[in-house]
């Protein structure tokens, strides 16, 4: 005669424990593992980021120095990394890895190809705004600026968009998205991320509801490169070739804030076409961008088998 089972059968467990524990699996419900890890991951962020008011000249009353980007994209790098592997580990019970961080041999192309369309995509906004005079050309950073400050510039504003890229595709595309997919479905998991992706930003200068409508759909366009390839590559070339090339080679605004920018040129047109001082992601001059990168996103991924949710999932050993 076989044993009988030592618990009761998911079916007759009480409410109380249904609340609180997946039917599927002895971890938390999906709901509890994200607000557990965004308490986390904003705990950690904000003890990281306390000391950079104690460094001198980091804050101005001028506006947010590129210094002041590189600490807080630094910190918010570390602590989203860190309780995402907490979360990811001992609430999800997967490896870290299995948020779409598995290295194979397209990574590297990923990466590359996913940082290069952006520069395709702004660069048709940039030159659409010119074309019918939304904004006026006005020189180089190198006309105004040395040699050495023009280089300093690019590398630093790199640095500060690659942890950007990382730490919010890892946020957004990553833990939040592929955790709300296990609790809702993919239709809403991406509805949803995209919009908590959008309100993260609402503290970002010059934001509002064009700006945070703008953002839910970029949220959609960066969402797509996961789904095409079951990894998290893509979408962080993607999320980090827009802010270099938007705001460090085309001179836009990204999200309100003004980087180094290679080239100068001032908006003139309709806050409604171009964003404003958010920039193009609050105007609709963004809808034939993102007509262009989904194409070329296609193109790139058309030999791999598009992916209709995550990855099969790897448990933490």
Do not use: K
Not at 255 to 279: N, Y
């Amino acid at each position: 005669m076989s044993p009988e089972p030592s618990g009761p059968p998911p079916s007759v467990q009480s409410p109380l424990v249904r609340l609180f524990v997946s039917p599927d699996e002895p971890r938390p419900r999906a709901g509890w593992r994200l607000l557990s890890h965004g308490a986390t991951a904003l705990y950690l962020v904000g003890c990281l980021s306390l000391p950079l008011i104690f460094v001198p000249g980091i804050l101005t009353g001028g506006g947010i120095t590129m210094e002041a980007m590189l600490g807080s994209a630094a910190a918010g790098a570390i602590g989203i990394t860190a309780a995402s592997y907490l979360a990811r580990r001992f609430l999800d019970r997967r490896s870290f890895r299995s948020l779409g961080f598995a290295f194979d041999r397209f990574t590297v192309p990923d990466l590359i190809v996913g940082f290069l369309i952006p520069a395709a995509q702004l660069g048709l906004v940039l030159l659409l705004e010119l074309l019918v005079g939304w904004t006026h050309w006005q020189g180089w950073a190198w006309e105004v600026s040395s040699g050495a400050a023009v280089a300093g510039g690019l590398g630093l504003s790199l640095l500060v968009f690659v942890l950007v890229g990382y730490q919010e595709e890892l946020l957004s595309r990553g833990y939040q998205l592929q955790n709300l997919i296990d609790g809702s479905g993919l239709r809403w998991a991406l509805f949803l991320s995209s919009a908590s992706f959008a309100l993260l930003h609402l503290a970002n200068p010059g934001s509002g509801l064009a700006s945070t409508i703008g953002l839910l759909a970029a949220g959609y366009f960066l969402a797509f490169g996961w789904l095409r390839t079951g990894r998290l590559w893509l979408s962080i070339g993607l999320h980090i070739g827009w802010n270099f090339f938007e705001g460090t080679i085309y001179g836009f605004q990204v999200s309100g804030l003004e980087p180094f920018a290679l080239m100068r040129h001032s908006g003139v047109g309709p806050a409604w076409a171009t964003g404003g001082a958010f920039g193009p992601e609050a105007g609709a001059v963004m809808l034939p961008a993102y007509v262009v990168g989904v194409f070329l996103i296609l193109a790139y991924t058309r030999r791999r088998r598009p992916s209709s949710g995550p990855p099969d999932p790897e448990t933490a050993s």
